[in-house]
């Protein structure tokens, strides 16, 4: 079975700062997805950025980017010239690459972040 | 708008009581994912339907029931209710054509808040 780990139950900062939240996981597999979803008070899960773990680059979105190290099994979200639209719950999560059968994902217990005016 | 609708959007209702939560996934996706979100934690997976069938489940109590019918929307019943199934439950909805097109993204709806008192 997987695991998500995250760390930082709560983070907080400047706006236009830059702040990084991690992530651990835990598989057996070598091919699967990891993603950043954020969870804003309205509640929405909004898809934040995605990973392949074949992909050796770096997935960016924008003002978002991951640190993807694979051998250590961490996922860490950065965000950069953070706005207070960024005040959200980040929650880190899993999926086994395409497994037909089992395509659901893992959840980290999030991290809730404030951007602070 | 991720295209995902659920009804109702909030739902109170009192312990032994049984209610139904439905799900629509956007249009031409076939599978169907529960999540439960209970008060400032994770999401946990409870089961998940592809073109009608169960394809797997997780941490889905005996009191609870899911089924997706043949328009492909889908219910998810929860009975005997207790006070700890309050929650945030969210459906999501994801494309599978073929293995080489999956994505692996699940697009959410904006949850069913269930207050038991």
């Known amino acids: 079975a997987q695991t998500v780990t995250q760390s930082q139950p709560e983070m907080s900062v400047q706006e236009a700062e830059t702040v990084t939240l991690s992530c651990t996981y835990d598989?057996?597999?070598?091919?699967?997805?990891l993603f950043w979803y954020k969870q804003p008070p309205s509640r929405q899960m909004i898809l934040v950025i995605r990973?392949?773990?074949?992909?050796?680059q770096n997935a960016t979105e924008n003002r978002f980017s991951v640190n993807f190290q694979k051998a250590a099994k961490s996922f860490s979200l950065k965000i950069s010239d953070s706005q207070l639209g960024d005040t959200a719950m980040y929650f880190c999560?899993?999926?086994?690459?395409?497994?037909?059968?089992?395509?659901?994902?893992?959840f980290g217990t999030g991290t809730r972040l404030t951007i602070i005016p | 708008d991720s295209g995902v609708t659920q009804t109702p959007k909030h739902l109170i209702t009192a312990t032994g009581q049984r209610v139904t939560l439905r799900c629509s996934p956007r249009?031409?996706?076939?599978?169907v994912y529960w999540y439960q979100q209970s008060l400032d934690q994770g999401l946990q997976f409870l089961i998940q339907y592809y073109n009608g069938e169960e394809r797997a489940k997780g941490n889905i109590l005996e009191r609870f029931s899911a089924q997706q019918f043949p328009d492909l929307h889908s219910e998810l019943n929860l009975s005997s209710l207790e006070l700890g199934d309050s929650a945030l439950y969210f459906c999501?909805?994801?494309?599978?054509?073929?293995?080489?097109?999956?994505?692996?993204?699940?697009?959410f709806g904006e949850g069913s808040r269930l207050t038991v008192l």
């Open positions: 999501a909805s994801s494309v599978e054509l073929l293995r080489s097109l999956s994505t692996g993204e699940l697009f």
């Open positions: 598989t057996s597999e070598n091919n699967y997805y």
């Open positions: 999560a899993f999926m086994k690459f395409y497994d037909f059968g089992n395509e659901k994902l893992t």
């Open positions: 990973q392949e773990a074949y992909k050796q």
């Open positions: 249009s031409g996706d076939l599978s």
